[in-house]
């Protein structure tokens, strides 16, 4: 049984520029949460998908916009990159909102 | 954005120690969650709390749910190396359109040197 996974594993971009990551949810899950872990902090919530639509968010600007897909996977979303965007971006999946399993992450350096 | 305080932030451990770890909040939770993350890696779930006063064990890991579940406690018994990494406590709220988890800071554990 394949846990979360992302990809991808990392990526460099530079200011302004826009990016897309990508998570697929452990087998069963219908629900998908975005976070950002700064370095020596604890992941902060962005937003969380359930049945195609955004269900929560974050206090996050619209530069940062999600999808999810009918095979429960999904996207995030990142406009005109900023330093301060550099992270680990972790993607967590659950049945409902009963514990999150979380993926590897995908490390976003902005230059 | 909103956070848990969760102390120690680090501590040195040796072979053999008993640790103990804890997590406080200013607001309710109706769920208490403890991730381990490694460098590099996401955070794995070791123990999830779902009621006050709850005592949870997985292996040589106990961890409680506070009465006023605005705390909650973890403590590894009989520390091997691997325990190494960094401890998170997170809280999570049920009902209207809640679902997102809050993090503490996390613990750093290390080896004594």
């Known amino acids: 049984d394949a846990g979360v996974t992302q990809s991808p594993t990392h990526l460099i971009k530079t200011r302004g520029q826009q990016v897309t990551l990508r998570c697929s949810p452990k087998?069963?899950?219908?629900?998908v949460s975005w976070y950002q872990q700064a370095l020596g902090q604890g992941p902060q919530f962005i937003f969380q998908?359930?049945?195609?639509?955004?269900?929560q968010r974050g206090n996050f600007p619209d530069r940062f916009s999600g999808h999810q897909f009918p095979n429960y996977s999904s996207e995030l979303n990142v406009n005109a990159l900023l330093l301060g965007d550099s992270a680990l971006y972790l993607c967590?999946?659950?049945?409902?909102?009963?514990?999150?399993?979380f993926g590897p992450g995908t490390r976003l350096t902005v230059l | 954005g909103q956070q848990l305080n969760q102390s120690p932030q680090s501590m040195f451990i040796q072979e053999g120690e008993d640790v103990s770890m804890n997590c406080t909040s200013s607001?309710?939770?109706?769920?208490w969650l403890w991730y381990k993350q490694d460098p590099g890696e996401g955070p794995v779930l070791l123990i999830a709390?779902?009621?006050?006063?709850e005592l949870t064990s997985n292996g040589r890991l106990t961890a409680q749910f506070g009465i006023t579940r605005k705390d909650s406690f973890l403590n590894i018994s009989a520390s091997i190396p691997s325990d190494v990494g960094i401890y998170f406590c997170?809280?999570?709220?049920?009902?209207?359109?809640?679902?997102?988890?809050?993090f503490g800071k996390g613990t750093k554990l290390s080896v004594k040197p």
């Open positions: 087998s069963g899950h219908d629900t």
């Open positions: 997170a809280g999570l709220n049920y009902g209207g359109s809640q679902g997102n988890l809050i």
């Open positions: 709390l779902y009621k006050a006063g």
């Open positions: 998908y359930y049945e195609e639509e955004e269900r």
């Open positions: 967590a999946s659950s049945w409902g909102r009963d514990r999150q399993f």
């Open positions: 607001s309710i939770f109706n769920t």
